[in-house]
């Protein structure tokens, strides 16, 4: 089964659409959310998470950005996981973009089962009724489980992807527990989009690559429509247009 979103299209009130269409279908396994750096590929994220936590679907996000680096060793301060802050400590970029992303999954096998993420801390131990709404055990969760990985492959190494490709994704749709798997993946590099299904968030459809070739043009296409909508927002002097504006520049 699909999910249908409806995106907001002018979401940050400038009078012009971000995205080309308002209703958005999202298919159950990988999807790839593909365009240049800026074309609104975070955003959509985050709407999709905030129309999920509104409809009480689980789901679970990790953004390699935040949540990994310095963001990863204090929080792991917070907690005296001091294990974990050693090993960072001393690792590369790409050995600490990696153990986090292994931390993640940690938590992933619970969430999967019970569609809530597991506690990983004492103060989570001591609050876990308000975490978990306690006065509502009763409440049925859905059986779909979405995993929103957000810049996954910021710092990471072509061997490194090909791994959470094989190894990561491919275990979280065989051990799915008898759940509905989404695996949303925002991401830049070719590798990362190669053999999977990925949707380019601008014109709101699925699209496929063949070579790295097409991939490449895509991109230039991809920052061309955002090249004009920063153009037709400065030429009128910043000042919001009358109504909603859409590109209509086709891929070459």
């Avoid at 907690?79 to 938590?107: H, P, T």
């Avoid at 957000?150 to 490194?160: H, K, M, Q, R, T």
């Avoid at 190669?194 to 699209?207: A, I, L, P, Q």
Wanted: glycine residues 6%; aromatic residues 12%.
């Amino acid at each position: 089964m699909s999910r249908k979103f409806v995106l907001e299209r002018d979401c940050y009130e400038e009078g012009m659409n971000l995205y080309k269409k308002k209703t958005i279908t999202i298919n159950p396994g990988v999807t790839v959310l593909v365009g240049c750096n800026g074309i609104g590929k975070t955003t959509f994220l985050h709407q999709v998470r905030n129309t999920l936590k509104k409809q009480g679907i689980p789901y679970i996000k990790y953004d390699n950005l935040n949540d990994g680096g310095k963001e990863s060793i204090s929080k792991a301060s917070f907690y005296g996981d001091y294990a974990f802050i050693s090993i960072a400590m001393q690792s590369s970029e790409g050995e600490n973009i990696v153990l986090n992303i292994r931390k993640f999954a940690l938590e992933l096998k619970q969430f999967i089962k019970t569609g809530t993420p597991k506690e990983n801390g004492k103060f989570e131990e001591v609050f876990k009724d308000l975490l978990n709404d306690a006065e509502d055990k009763s409440r049925e969760v859905a059986s779909e489980r979405w995993i929103l990985l957000d810049a996954l492959d910021s710092g990471l190494s072509v061997d490194n992807i090909i791994d959470i490709k094989e190894h990561l994704f491919k275990t979280i749709l065989k051990c799915n527990y008898g759940n509905e798997i989404y695996i949303v993946v925002s991401a830049n590099e070719y590798e990362i989009t190669r053999g999977e299904s990925c949707f380019d968030v601008y014109n709101g459809k699925y699209v496929t690559f063949k070579n790295y070739e097409e991939y490449l043009q895509f991109i230039v296409n991809s920052k061309e429509w955002k090249e004009q909508r920063h153009n037709i927002f400065d030429s009128r002097d910043n000042k919001k247009p009358t109504k909603d504006v859409d590109l209509e520049i086709k891929p070459r």
